[in-house]
């Protein structure tokens, strides 16, 4: 989609992508998000406690 002016200049909008709702996560998707953050929080400690063993 785009207009243009009296003096030709073009302004070009972007395409809107459909609007849709999102679906609430199922009980294996739970699961796997609850894993993954013990692993991102363990891997937060980990390098915590590295910083804190070399300072």
Same mark, same amino acid.
Do not use: C, W
């Given at each position: 989609?785009? @207009? @243009?002016?009296?003096?030709?200049?073009?302004?070009?909008?972007?395409?809107?992508?459909?609007?849709?709702?999102?679906?609430?996560?199922?009980?294996?998707?739970?699961?796997?998000? @609850?894993?993954?953050?013990?692993?991102?929080?363990?891997?937060?400690?980990?390098?915590?406690? @590295?910083?804190?063993?070399?300072?």
């Amino acid at each position: 989609m785009y @207009t @243009t002016n009296e003096n030709g200049i073009l302004n070009n909008y972007a395409a809107e992508p459909k609007v849709y709702f999102a679906e609430y996560p199922s009980a294996e998707q739970q699961q796997r998000y @609850t894993v993954q953050a013990a692993i991102a929080a363990g891997l937060v400690v980990l390098s915590l406690l @590295t910083a804190f063993v070399v300072s």
